[in-house]
């Protein structure tokens, strides 16, 4: 049988049935295939063996085990690793399409040299060692300058901690960017300051009542596949899911309930159920007893504060009724401790978001249910080990960094998406800006702000792109060009939290070789340090990454681990004498007892306040936080005289009133503002809201064909008495006009009473102008202009065309692994609808393309909590018309 696309999905489904029914072996030989004999689940397409290496997805950053199928040197099958604790098995249809990723025709082949100006598109090419001489040269010749600072490393989602760290100290520089205000740094603050860590693994699988807030974990949130089937699970067994979002995803559909809260007042509606809970005494015993005993404030002064956050209160504020807010409340607290709220983006992607982030801290803590099983559990991460000798942190001028810190003390994981605003304000321009796993120009609020900044030669003397492909940045504005590998040829060790409450480590390991002339972002660091030579060298000279990572992972967990990480993709720790397991090695007794709880209420041992003392840690006259020997970090508490792990915040306890908020100009205690930039919306305006649909990340699966077939659209959703109001019906054209620049952009409605009136919702992840044939459609308008897309058939001649992948790389002729499927509907943005469907013939075809909201955002110091340093996405206000 000629294997099409459309015969492997259906055979697919045939076997998945199959194979349940138990009829394995038999039933897959009479389709022709044989099963895995090494994979269990993998299907052979030819009968020969298929060599199987288990490592991790990063098409997200969620990160889950995946196991990858290689034959004769190519991938030809992904699936989910049964041994990883978080997706026991199972991964999303984004983690199964990374063989499209990897074998992506728009991948850039050999490190490239702009010979134009920015923006004309001309290369030549060089060879690596060219490429790394170049920026090797450009590191020496500033640091002779003595101001490192002039260099700048700013990296998008990139899950490995130890190099780009190593590699910005050895070069003497502090500007090391990462992209957390583009994605969830106010909640990460806001968590930090009540619990120390920046995340938390509420235990969904065993909680009977989840309340999610701006978390839509079943499509694109942190830790999708690892929760979302932890829900399901629960909800097997009878929990309850009620989810606030004013726009129906895929969560709030699955939901008991769904509450369309306005953007940005999720936090409003947190206190008021925090005030129910108090003034209609339904706290429970545990949750009393763990404020008066572990929080810095005492419950008694506790209710007194929260007395005016009433329901009706919140109701004026956030739409919510004040009944459903006391309902849901008393639903919730009953099913106490085994209950939690959980939080993400749209909870704090808002200028008040680091605030909102402590609200919802708070009410999990009145429930008492703060890392208690079933209840909001602190994160249990395995940890990576530190290879000596390790860099000491840069002295000099650091203006940048200086700017983010003057404007944003508190926000401890920064505001870079202000760049450009950090470099006008400082007059402080950058002579070498290197960026990897980022595509600045696309992925960030206002992107007219970032492209001009980004062609300023003067701010940005020589820009290095580590991209694999050709994205907006890298044909637009890179100087250099070193092609990265992806996920799947890469080496790298990474310590995620655990949604199954048992710390663990995981590898990302090459599954195939790296393609083309492309090399991995951190062997060219270590590779350009040596280059640089002298104190900078000193810090890489392990002979490759290969021993760097297994020193990383032998340094901590001990001489073996790497031969198991490596074996299986991820290890987990000790358990009766056999020193690591994978998850499908355990035992359920086993699992239960690696599950940790109660994490912060541990005693430290006699052996730990000795190790204490002799590394010169601070310990408080009386009761207090145990510092570390700067003083920075909270490494313990003393309580009643007693010494525990307590809570790594400023006081060692969960912490309701923190003083480095008031010392900063903010309320001490929980409270709620409503968003500046909103609060005076009119009646002709709505909030722009944004999100990832569930097949996409931000900017990077736009060219994989699987996904965009599913989701390779994205009409803007309307509630009906809106459109209604403006005379708007599904498939018109429609102007969205932002800001007093008034930034426009033109897309299709989609009418759906699944939003709140007062918004308009357009997803991200779309309307690339750059990124590949299917990304942008060869056809995306711009000031007027069609602009020519870039086609690397015709310009790099060069090109080596792709084993059994045909073609040349048009959108008529690309052929995938399995056939092209021509002539499907498109999805319209994950609802099917019989009126946006004539719009799109098929979802190759040229003339649809999606839509960035990105360009129309508005991004200043004003769109930017105060506080976390978060972009707020949900605080742009348009308006709306019929084109
Ligand atoms: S959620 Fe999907 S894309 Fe993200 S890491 Fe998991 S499998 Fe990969």
Not at 587 to 593: L, P, S, V, Y
Not at 845 to 851: P, R
Request: glycine share 8%.
């Amino acid at each position: 049988m000629k294997l099409s696309r459309r015969n492997f999905l259906k055979l697919g489904a045939a076997t998945a049935t199959l194979v349940s029914l138990g009829s394995k072996t038999t039933t897959l030989k009479a389709f022709g295939r044989e099963k895995l004999k090494e994979g269990g689940q993998g299907i052979s397409l030819t009968g020969k063996k298929l060599k199987k290496i288990n490592s991790t997805c990063l098409m997200c950053g969620v990160t889950d085990g995946i196991t990858g199928f290689v034959k004769d040197g190519r991938l030809v099958k992904i699936e989910g690793n049964s041994k990883h604790p978080n997706n026991r098995g199972k991964i999303c249809a984004k983690g199964q399409a990374g063989i499209q990723y990897l074998y992506d025709p728009y991948r850039i082949k050999y490190p490239m040299k702009r010979v134009g100006k920015r923006g004309e598109d001309k290369w030549e090419r060089i060879t690596r060692d060219e490429a790394l001489n170049i920026v090797a040269e450009k590191i020496k010749e500033i640091q002779k300058k003595k101001d490192a600072g002039k260099i700048a490393i700013h990296k998008g989602r990139d899950r490995d901690k130890t190099i780009l760290k190593r590699f910005g100290k050895a070069i003497g520089t502090k500007h090391t960017f990462n992209h957390t205000s583009i994605c969830e740094a106010s909640l990460k603050v806001g968590y930090e300051t009540s619990m120390g860590a920046d995340i938390d693994m509420a235990d969904v699988a065993k909680s009977k009542y989840t309340i999610l807030f701006g978390d839509n974990v079943f499509e694109a949130s942190y830790m999708s596949v690892p929760m979302s089937q932890r829900i399901m699970d629960a909800r097997a067994k009878g929990a309850k899911l009620v989810v606030f979002d004013p726009r129906l995803s895929h969560t709030a559909g699955q939901a008991d309930n769904w509450f369309p809260v306005k953007p940005g007042t999720d936090g409003a509606v947190l206190l008021a159920m925090c005030n129910v809970l108090t003034s209609k005494n339904k706290v429970p015993a545990a949750g009393k007893k763990f404020i008066n005993e572990w929080s810095n404030y005492p419950y008694d002064k506790l209710v007194k504060h929260l007395k005016k956050f009433t329901p009706s209160w919140a109701e004026k504020i956030s739409g919510i009724k004040a009944a459903d807010i006391e309902r849901i409340t008393i639903e919730f607290a009953k099913a106490a401790p085994k209950c939690c709220a959980r939080g993400y983006n749209g909870l704090s992607n808002s200028v008040n978001g680091a605030m909102n982030a402590r609200n919802l801290t708070l009410l999990n803590a009145l429930v008492g249910n703060i890392d208690e099983e079933g209840g909001f559990c602190l994160p249990k991460g395995g940890k990576a080990g530190k290879v000596k000798p390790d860099p000491t942190d840069p002295e000099g001028d650091f203006p940048i960094k200086d700017i983010d810190h003057e404007w944003f003390p508190l926000a401890s994981h920064h505001a870079y998406h202000l760049l450009p605003d950090y470099v006008e304000e400082s007059g402080y321009n950058i002579d070498l800006y290197m960026i990897h796993m980022y595509n600045p120009i696309y992925s960030n609020p206002d992107v007219k702000r970032w492209r001009e900044f980004m062609y300023d030669t003067k701010k940005l003397k020589y820009i290095v792109d580590f991209s694999p492909f050709w994205s907006e940045t890298a044909v637009e504005v890179a100087d250099l060009i070193i092609p990265d590998v992806t996920y799947l040829e890469r080496l790298a060790v990474s310590a995620m939290p655990s949604a199954d409450q048992m710390p663990f480590l995981q590898l990302y390991q090459p599954i195939v070789e790296p393609m083309y002339e492309s090399s991995s972002v951190y062997d060219n660091y270590f590779e350009i340090a040596r280059k640089v030579g002298g104190e900078t060298a000193k810090y890489f000279k392990t002979r490759s990454l290969d021993a760097y990572q297994k020193e990383v992972v032998e340094t901590e967990w001990g001489k073996g681990s790497w031969k198991k990480i490596k074996e299986e993709g991820v290890i987990i720790p000790t358990i009766e004498g056999k020193k690591y397991k994978a998850y499908d090695e355990l035992t359920e007794a086993e699992r239960d007892k690696l599950r940790k709880y109660h994490t912060y209420s541990k005693e430290l041992k006699k052996e730990d306040i000795a190790e204490m003392k002799e590394k010169e840690y601070k310990f408080p006259d009386g009761d207090g936080p145990i510092l570390d020997d700067k003083g920075k970090e909270t490494k313990g508490v003393v309580r009643d005289g007693k010494y525990y792990k307590g809570f790594t915040t400023e006081t060692g306890l969960f912490t309701i009133y923190a003083e480095s908020w008031k010392e900063e100009g903010h309320s001490a205690l929980p409270d709620f503002k409503e968003p500046e930039p909103t609060k005076g919306k009119k009646n002709d305006e709505l909030i722009l809201i944004t999100g990832k649909p569930n097949v996409h990340t931000q900017s990077r699966t736009a060219n994989v064909a699987w996904l965009m077939e599913i989701v390779g659209f994205n009409p803007a959703w309307i509630n009906p008495k809106t459109a209604k109001a403006k005379g708007i019906s599904t498939g018109d054209e429609i102007i969205i006009e932002s800001g007093k620049a008034a930034k426009k952009m033109k897309c299709y409605a989609y009418v759906t009473e699944g939003i709140n009136p007062d918004c308009i919702f357009v997803s991200a992840s779309l309307g690339h102008w750059k990124y590949g044939d299917l990304a942008s459609k060869g056809l995306v308008k711009e000031e007027g202009k069609q602009r020519k897309m870039f086609d690397a058939s015709k310009d790099f001649p060069a090109q080596e065309l792709e084993k059994g992948f045909g073609r040349k790389t048009t959108t008529s002729n690309r052929m995938y692994p399995f056939g092209v499927n021509k002539g499907t509907p498109v999805n319209t943005g994950g609802f099917a609808n019989e009126k946006v469907n004539p719009i799109v013939k098929n979802w190759e075809d040229k003339t649809v393309v999606g839509y960035s909201p990105n360009p129309i955002m508005e991004s200043s110091k004003k769109y930017t909590d105060p506080v976390g340093g978060e972009y707020a996405w949900s605080n742009t206000l348009v308006k709306v018309r019929k084109a």
